[in-house]
């Protein structure tokens, strides 16, 4: 099993431009996350997923858009880059009895 | 949502030393977890404990949930076990994690 993995594992953007990261994960987990974390910080919650179909906002929304089209894969999207969305991100899924999260390796993410 | 408090923020011990890594929340928390993030910025899962006592090896956890705090302890330690702890844990809402910002170990050989 691979886990979660992330797709890509680096990206340099500019400001203004898009892109969408890849979540996958092949543990049949119900639930999956998106977090972010900035140098010297905790991870903090931007969207969460509990089944396909479904997506809920967390604690720092703004600026990200996600889907969650199959129960494999979360794709988180940066519509209009900014230079404060310069962060890592990190995905996780849980299965819904426990609610443990396991995560991926991360994206590096520079805006210019 | 709840305020996670982590102490201490930095700890530096000499290979062999014990430790106790505290994470306090705000309010009644649920599926707390203890993270390790290594020096390459990996997550790995340490502790699934919403409540009692678990033991892996030279690590241990305590979660008193009625007293909203979580305790993480390292024996003898190594220079492995260098790198940033994180407690996480949810109120309320079910799937809203809340991450304490982190104690960094750094263990001298």
């Known amino acids: 099993n691979a886990g979660v993995t992330q797709t890509p594992k680096f990206r340099v953007l500019k400001t203004g431009q898009s892109m969408t990261l890849l979540c996958a994960q092949d543990?049949?987990?119900?639930?999956m996350y998106w977090y972010r974390q900035d140098p010297g910080m905790g991870l903090r919650l931007i969207h969460y997923?509990?089944?396909?179909?479904?997506?809920a906002k967390g604690e720092v929304p703004d600026g990200y858009n996600v889907s969650r089209l199959k129960k494999q894969n979360f794709l988180l999207g940066l519509e209009s880059a900014a230079p404060s969305q310069t962060s890592v991100y990190f995905c996780?899924?849980?299965?819904?009895?426990?609610?443990?999260?396991?995560f991926g390796p991360g994206t590096r993410l520079t805006v210019l | 949502g709840i305020q996670v408090e982590q102490s201490p923020p930095d700890l530096i011990l000499q290979e062999g030393a014990n430790s106790t890594l505290r994470c306090n929340f705000s309010d009644s928390v649920n599926n707390l977890q203890w993270f390790h993030q290594n020096p390459w910025g990996q997550l790995i899962n340490l502790f699934y404990?919403?409540?009692g006592t678990k033991q892996n090896g030279r690590l241990s956890a305590t979660t008193v949930a009625t007293e909203r705090y979580s305790l993480l302890y390292i024996s003898s330690s190594q220079t492995t076990d260098s790198g940033v702890y994180f407690c996480?844990?949810?109120?309320?809402?079910?799937?809203?994690?809340?991450f304490g910002s982190g104690t960094k170990l750094n263990v001298k050989p």
């Open positions: 996780a899924s849980s299965p819904r009895s426990t609610n443990e999260q396991f």
């Open positions: 543990m049949n987990h119900e639930y």
């Open positions: 996480a844990g949810t109120s309320g809402n079910f799937n809203k994690f809340y």
């Open positions: 997923s509990v089944g396909e179909g479904t997506t």
């Open positions: 404990i919403p409540s």
